[in-house]
């Protein structure tokens, strides 16, 4: 079903859930203003992600990612977490358990309050040498000229972010399949569901018979999976659900 408005079967789905589980993209924090990666104002300098995020482009022109990420992190220690943040550490009163998958690195879920947060693509907070593994923090990182060098061997120090063909974290994505068995109901917020293999998530909580409810203001791949698509932002969306939820908490539905 694709709706513009929230139907009661999501509410009565939340009311028996066990497990939530929420998979979240770049979409989920557009109302913190930073921009997410695809579509016209996701574009940087005219660059693909794809384009920039990926160990040879870092290899051939470290200055050039550097500067996209340098810019991606002083819009991010900038930011705020929004609504839709909020209203996921909300849910945690409200239903036995949530699980958050983000494939964000923005570290918003965590200063938002939710306590239960996979980061299935690192956390751009985070900095290691690519010779030593000698990690810095991004004070050091971004008081020093582009690209950073490790104090201790040289070598080029790089954001702790997955890039395009390099591997997931193992225990983060195990995690996150765990959470998707085990969902009674699964939210897809604001992905565009395409870059795999973090988008093969939902796919396992709907083959383990979770009933899957995706926020977007546009359908995506993903919509075809869902039980319903709630065309919408997640920052509106969100607190309305929580709002509505603990109303028919208090008075039943
Ligand atoms: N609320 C909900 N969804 C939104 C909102 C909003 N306010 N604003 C935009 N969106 C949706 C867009 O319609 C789009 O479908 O968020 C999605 C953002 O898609 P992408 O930019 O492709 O981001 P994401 O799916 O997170 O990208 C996946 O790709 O570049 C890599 O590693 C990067 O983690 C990223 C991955």
Redesign the pocket.
Known sequence: MITETIPQILYEKLLSARTVGVFT????S??SNIP????NE?LWKKFK?EEL?NFDAFMKNPELVWEWYSSRKKIIHGAKPNPGHFALAELEKLVDEVIIIT??IDNLHRRAGSSIVHEL?GNIERNYCIKCGEHFTDDVILSNPLPPTCTKCGGLVRPDV?WFGEYLPQDEFSASENAARRSDVFFS???????YP?ASIPHIAKYAGAFIVE????T?PLSEITDITILG???ILLPEITKNLTSIKHKGL
């Open positions: 993209g770049a979409g989920m557009a109302e997410t990666f695809r579509g996701g992600p995020a494939q964000n693509h997955v917020l604001g992905t565009s569901g395409i870059v973090a926020i977007n203001p546009e995506t932002k997640s920052g």
